[in-house]
């Protein structure tokens, strides 16, 4: 079985444009990295998740992924706190039991945690699945809708099954 990797923002959940609303009401510019970062490490995660949409049925997509029985499915997630940790995995634990959670200091590139090595990585940020194809994983970006990026592109994470044979 193939290791697959799901990156969580952007992807199961927009978390993104969720927060980055939140940003621009609150005043905060978007370009001050410091003022962003601070407003995640202080952002209540639990009501953020809440509040969120799935994108394209994700949670659903990846039940589809499990019954295929081809990967080996992980949820691999930037954080910016130990709060942010544990809310994501309170959430993930109760909407998908059997998925390991991998969480990364944000600090940290996903490749340093985990060996992509020949491993597929699902993410909505081209900067990481540039990363992972430089150390030889199978980088796959996720879009909400299509794109025409450089990198393969899906839009429905169970798209992945038919992608590989084994
Ligand atoms: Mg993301």
Not at 6 to 20: A, H, N, Q, R
Not at 28 to 56: C, G, H, P, S
Not at 133 to 158: A, H, M, W
């Amino acid at each position: 079985m193939k290791q697959l990797y799901i990156d969580f923002d952007g992807v199961i959940l927009d978390t993104m444009t969720k927060s980055y609303e939140e940003i621009e009401k609150a005043g905060i510019d978007k370009k001050d990295q410091d003022a962003v970062m601070e407003y995640f490490r202080n952002v209540n995660w639990d009501k953020l998740i809440k509040e969120t949409d799935e994108i394209n049925d994700s949670i659903n997509e990846i039940k589809k992924i499990c019954a295929s029985k081809k990967f080996n499915v992980y949820i691999l997630t930037h954080i910016n706190s130990t709060k942010e940790m544990i809310a994501k995995i309170k959430y993930l634990h109760k909407k998908l039991p059997q998925v390991t959670i991998v969480s990364v200091p944000k600090q940290v590139p996903k490749t340093e945690v985990v060996n992509p090595a020949s491993a597929i990585l699902i993410d909505d940020y081209s900067g990481n699945v540039k990363q992972w194809q430089k150390k030889l994983g199978i980088g796959i970006k996720f879009v909400k809708e299509e794109e025409n990026s450089d990198y393969p592109e899906i839009t429905r994470l169970s798209e992945v099954i038919d992608m590989f044979n084994q």
